[in-house]
């Protein structure tokens, strides 16, 4: 499975940011996607996950009611739409998956960085 995350950048206070994952090498609706960020010198944190039918979600406290992940089985992809940003959700950000048999996601894409500027 290849992941290819993109949708980082530079953004104020305030701002939005949407992230894309495009996943390919294995048929998408057989897949579980999270979102997770890691921040400079924190360990990596889980921010967001949702289910292969899209049936269910889950999101970090930090986040809830600022950020909305949806997927696009005609596009196969999945999207991080990130409102309100703060500085202190500055990290840079990894799509992963995992198959309906897996408890871990075992799939991670390369990551792109979003700075938040105060």
């Known amino acids: 499975v290849q992941l290819q995350a993109s949708g980082g950048g530079l953004v104020q206070t305030g701002g939005s940011l949407k992230l894309s994952c495009v996943v390919s090498?294995?048929?998408?609706?057989?897949?579980?996607m999270g979102w997770f960020r890691q921040a400079p010198g924190k360990e990596r944190e889980f921010v967001a996950r949702?289910?292969?039918?899209?049936?269910?979600?889950a999101y970090a406290d930090s986040v809830k009611g600022r950020f909305t992940v949806s997927r696009d089985y005609a596009k196969n992809t999945v999207y991080l739409q990130m409102n309100s940003l703060k500085p202190e959700d500055t990290a840079v950000y990894y799509c992963?998956?995992?198959?309906?048999?897996?408890?871990?996601?075992?799939?991670w894409g390369q990551g792109t960085l979003v700075t938040v500027s105060s």
């Open positions: 949702i289910s292969r039918s899209a049936g269910s979600g």
């Open positions: 090498g294995r048929p998408f609706n057989n897949l579980h």
């Open positions: 992963a998956a995992k198959s309906i048999l897996s408890d871990e996601y075992r799939y």
